[in-house]
């Protein structure tokens, strides 16, 4: 259920739209802090994806000033200051990569290992379902883990007769559906089922960028069956 839009702002409106995100989210379940351990892999999560955006932004800016007409000294000099500060940067992103898989395999080793059985899973997918999932300890149901994520289409209807397949809900946890978005661009390469799913959606016409998100779902499906299974993935169960 999605809340209306209103102009209104007072206590007891902010109250009602807090409760709605719980019961859309969480199953009207009460609110429990996150363990610390939790904390500290998504605020390395964040900090990941700031690093990683800082690199990018520099190997551009690089990449535009190798093409300026400045003598070749200060070129050099220009071009020499980049590479430290992206050496550097890549230097602290694989730092953090390897602290994240650390957190995660010390604190959660059965939930480690059960998820990393699914064919191209990332160590960063595994935190981010630890982290910012909780597991799938609160989700009741798959479809609510996916609407967390933004990961479920919305339906877009106009009239009687005007029906579309309407686009990704933009609500929940934006970090949480890039990562699973990114995530599918590997399981399209070493996940079965996954790479099944978006060569049927493209030969059927669907956008590519479409079936990357349905491949998403999949993926995030796959990780809440073994989860709340027990069970390390197990193709011959797959669909």
Known sequence: MEAKMTRVKTDKTDSYFIAQYGRTFFDGELYKPKPDVEKEIEVKLKI????????????????????VPIPIK?????????DELIEKIE?????????????????????YKLLKSIPGISDRVIGVVIAMFGGFKRFKSV???????????????????????GSIKKMGNPY????????????????????????RLVSKGKAKKLALVAVAHKLLRQAYGVLKNRRPFDENLCT
């Open 48 to 67: 990941l994806e700031d690093l990683q955006h800082q690199l990018t932004n520099l190997r551009n800016q690089r990449e535009s000033l190798s093409h």
């Open 74 to 82: 200060k070129l050099k000099e220009n071009l020499e200051y980049y």
């Open 91 to 111: 230097k602290n992103i694989k730092e953090l990569e390897k602290e994240i898989k650390e957190l995660t395999k010390k604190n959660y080793q059965e939930e």
């Open 143 to 165: 479809k609510k883990a996916a609407s967390y994520a933004g990961l479920n289409p919305s339906p877009y209807e106009s009239g009687a007769s005007v029906k579309k397949s």
């Open 176 to 199: 949480a559906r890039k990562i699973l978005y990114m995530a599918a661009l590997s399981a399209i390469r070493f996940n079965k089922y996954c790479r099944e799913l978006y060569e």
